[in-house]
């Protein structure tokens, strides 16, 4: 049985990116499914004062190390002004300097979701021009725009044809 990592970088206790991303992941056949919440990860603003203080939080550590034990990461992130949350960018900054292969060159699945028509299409683009280069193996991504619009938390995406599209995606990943 295949393991599948899901989060949504997003700290928000209600976040529609972990929503979709935890929908995403049930789309795969068979798998363990092991779903993050970015608050368990809380961690002091990056500094290299901080890390030469105090060295690196272990909270970076045991993030990394859920990555090393999954197949599959199914990663939705959160638009906030265009770019990362900050929760999700302060993870990132901490588990780098462990190891700057963050990623393990792990399959990611990569999304964005957001209430706005552009489905977080700008962080979706700056996320997948940037996590190759921290170790990520990006073989799809998908937009889901207009959350609110598209997405019934009892049933998933409700509009047939991003459904269908995500299923297309979901069915060509091999893991």
């Known amino acids: 049985m295949k393991k599948i990592l899901a989060f949504g970088a997003s700290s928000s206790r209600n976040s529609i990116n ?10 795969f056949q068979d798998p363990t499914i092991v779903v993050l919440d970015l608050n368990d990860y809380e961690m002091p603003i990056y500094s290299v004062d901080k890390e030469k203080e105090n060295g690196i939080p272990q909270l970076a550590i045991d993030f990394y190390n859920k990555i090393t034990n999954t197949d599959l990461l199914v990663v939705s992130m959160a638009e906030h002004n ?9 993870i990132l900054d901490w588990t ?3 190891n700057n292969a963050v990623f ?3 399959p990611m699945l990569l999304m964005a979701t957001s209430p706005g028509a552009r489905g977080g299409s700008s962080v979706l683009d700056i996320a997948k021009n940037r996590f ?3 170790g990520a193996n990006v073989v799809a991504t998908f937009s889901l725009p207009s959350f609110n619009d598209n997405f019934d938390k009892e049933k998933g995406i ?3 044809e991003l459904k269908s599209q995500l299923l297309a995606i979901v069915s060509s990943i091999v893991i």
Do not use: C, M
Request: charged share 25%; net charge positive; glycine share 6%.
């Open 18 to 27: 972990k929503q979709l991303a935890t929908y995403t992941a049930s789309l």
């Open 82 to 90: 265009g770019g990362y949350s900050s929760a999700f960018k302060n």
């Open 96 to 98: 780098s300097r462990y």
């Open 104 to 106: 393990q060159e792990k």
């Open 132 to 134: 190759p280069r921290n």
């Open 158 to 160: 409700s509009n047939e």
